[in-house]
C-alpha cells in the first residue's frame, strides 16, 4: 500500500485525503477523529489521532476567537459528539495551548448537557430512577462519565456556571460517585459561594422530583468551608470574626437563613439538621434574625406535635434581642412559640423604652434582661405546674360529687320504698346547725342565761324616755 510498490497507492492517497480534505476544516476533523474510536489501537500507531486532537484544538482556538458564523459556539455541538476519552485529550490538549477558561468551560458545559441531558438539563432523573442498582451499566457509565467530566475542569474556582456545578454535584451524589469527586465540587461551590443563589442551594437538597430532601450534608460542608475561609482570612487581618463579617459573608447569611425558611417545610427535617445549618453562620453575619425567625415560625408551623423542650430547641439558633420592631411584635402575639422566647420580645421593648435610644445602654442591659427573663421563664413554668395541679384537684372533686350525689339520690330511694324515715342530714343542714348552737338568742330575745359575765353591768344605762 506503500510507495514502495507503485506511484500514488493507497497510502499517499488516504495522507493526501487527511490533509487537503477531512483535516482542512474543523467539522471534518472531528468526523475523522470520531471514526478513529473503532480503530483504536491502530489509529494511534499511525499518529492518525494525535494529528486529529492538535487540528481540533487549533481551530477551536481560533473559531472561538473569531467566529466564522453563529451561533458563535456551534464548535461545542461538534465536539459534543466524541467519546469522552478522545474529548478529554482535545481538552487537554487546549489548556496546554493555554486557550481562555470560558472556551474550555462552554465546551465541558456542552458536553455535560449532552450526554447528561436527565441529570443535568432537564432536571427529570430518568434513566437513572430508584429501581435501578448502583451496578447497573447505565449507573456506572454515568458514574464514569462525571468523575472524567470534573476531573477535566479548569483550576480557575468561578469558570464555570454555578448552577451547572450544583447540577453537577447532585447527579455525583445520586450516581455514588468518589469522595474525591464530591469534594472537588463541594469546594468549588464553597469559593464563590456569595454568589449562590437560594435555588441553587435547593437544587443539591431536593430529590429530582423535588418531594423529598436528598442531600443536606453537602450543603452543610459548603457553609462550613465558606465560614472557616472567612475566618482565617480574618484572623490573618488581625480582625475579630465573631463583630466584623465581610460583605460576601453578610449575603451568605442572608441566604443560608432564606435556605432554611424554603426547607422547614419538609417534615422529615430534624432539629438536629436545621440548627447544624443554621448554626454555621456567624452571629456577627446577621445584623438582624429577622430572616432566622422567620424559618424558625415555619419549622414550627410544619412540626406542630413538638413538645416545649423541642421549640425551644429550634428557638436556640436565634437571639429574640436582634428581631425587629415588627418581628417582635409578631413573635409576642405568636402561640408556636416557647414562653422564653415571647418574654425576650416582650422584656427588649420595655428596656428600649426605658433607655431611650442609647445603644449602649441597650447593651449594658441585655445581660440583666436575659437573667430576668430565665428567672421568669422558671416562674411561668412553676405556675403552669401549679395550674396544671388545680385542675387536677378540681377534677378530683368533681367526681366525688358525682359519686356523693349519687349515692345519696339512691339512699333516698330506698327509704322511700320502705314507708318514709328520717332523712339524712344534708351537708348544709349540719353546717346551719352547728351555727345555731352559736346563737345566743335562741331561747327568745329576753333569755340571757347563755351569755358570759364579761359585761360590765356596774354602771346603768342611760335610757332616754320620752313624755307621752
Given at each position: ?132 442498582s448502583d451496578d447497573s451499566d447505565i ?169 416545649e423542650i423541642e421549640r425551644e430547641k ?72 401549679l395550674r396544671t395541679e388545680l385542675l ?77
Amino acid at each position: 500500500m506503500t510507495d514502495k510498490y507503485c506511484e500514488n497507492n493507497l497510502t499517499g492517497r488516504t495522507e493526501g485525503f487527511l490533509t487537503q480534505v477531512a483535516l482542512s476544516s474543523l467539522s471534518g476533523a472531528i468526523a475523522v477523529l470520531k471514526s478513529c474510536e473503532d480503530l483504536t489501537p491502530i489509529a494511534e500507531e499511525l499518529k492518525i489521532v494525535q494529528r486529529c486532537v492538535e487540528v481540533v484544538t487549533s481551530k477551536v482556538t481560533i473559531e472561538a476567537n473569531f467566529p466564522s458564523r453563529s451561533p458563535t459556539n456551534w464548535w461545542t455541538e461538534e465536539l459534543s459528539i466524541l467519546d469522552i476519552d478522545f474529548f478529554g485529550r482535545v481538552i487537554t490538549s487546549m489548556k496546554q495551548r493555554a486557550s481562555k477558561t470560558l472556551t474550555v468551560s462552554s465546551a465541558i458545559v456542552t458536553y455535560a448537557e449532552r450526554w447528561l441531558r436527565d441529570l443535568i438539563r432537564d432536571h427529570s432523573g430518568a434513566g437513572t430512577k430508584s429501581l435501578e442498582s448502583d451496578d447497573s451499566d447505565i449507573r456506572i457509565r454515568q458514574r464514569e462519565l462525571i468523575q472524567s467530566i470534573v476531573a477535566l475542569l479548569p483550576s480557575e474556582k468561578a469558570a464555570l456556571p454555578i448552577n451547572f456545578i450544583c447540577c453537577l454535584l447532585r447527579s455525583a451524589t445520586f450516581v455514588k460517585a468518589s469522595t474525591a469527586t464530591k469534594n472537588e465540587l463541594e469546594k468549588r461551590i464553597s469559593a464563590i459561594l456569595e454568589h449562590v443563589t437560594v435555588d441553587d442551594l435547593l437544587v443539591l437538597s431536593f430529590t429530582y422530583d423535588g418531594e423529598r430532601l436528598f442531600d443536606l450534608e453537602s450543603v452543610r460542608r459548603i457553609i462550613s468551608g465558606f465560614a472557616e475561609r472567612e475566618k482565617s482570612v480574618a484572623v490573618f487581618n488581625a480582625g475579630d470574626f465573631r463583630e466584623v463579617c465581610s460583605a460576601a459573608m453578610l449575603r451568605v447569611a442572608k441566604t443560608v437563613d432564606a435556605y432554611l425558611g424554603e426547607i422547614a417545610t419538609c417534615t422529615e427535617l430534624s432539629i438536629s439538621k436545621f440548627n447544624g445549618i443554621a448554626v454555621l453562620v456567624p452571629k456577627g453575619a446577621r445584623k438582624v434574625d429577622d430572616d432566622l425567625y422567620r424559618a424558625v415560625d415555619i419549622y414550627l408551623k410544619a412540626h406542630p406535635n413538638l413538645d416545649e423542650i423541642e421549640r425551644e430547641k429550634v428557638c436556640s439558633v436565634m437571639d429574640a434581642l436582634k428581631l425587629s420592631y415588627e418581628a417582635r411584635l409578631h413573635a409576642s402575639q405568636n402561640k408556636r412559640l416557647p414562653v422564653q422566647i415571647v418574654l425576650h420580645a416582650l422584656y427588649f421593648d420595655q428596656l428600649k423604652l426605658r433607655s431611650g435610644e442609647d445603644e449602649n445602654d441597650m447593651q449594658m442591659d441585655a445581660v440583666s434582661t436575659r437573667n430576668q427573663v430565665q428567672a421568669d421563664v422558671s416562674l411561668a413554668k412553676e405556675n403552669e405546674a401549679l395550674r396544671t395541679e388545680l385542675l387536677k384537684m378540681k377534677m378530683y372533686i368533681s367526681d366525688i360529687k358525682k359519686t356523693g350525689s349519687g349515692v345519696g339520690a339512691s339512699a333516698a330511694t330506698t327509704s322511700s320504698g320502705k314507708g318514709g324515715g328520717p332523712r339524712k342530714p344534708t351537708f348544709f343542714s349540719s353546717v346551719s346547725k352547728k351555727l345555731g348552737k352559736l346563737n345566743p338568742f335562741k331561747n327568745g330575745s329576753k333569755d340571757t342565761s347563755n351569755i358570759d359575765d364579761c359585761v360590765d353591768v356596774t354602771k346603768p344605762r342611760r335610757r332616754r324616755f320620752s313624755i307621752s
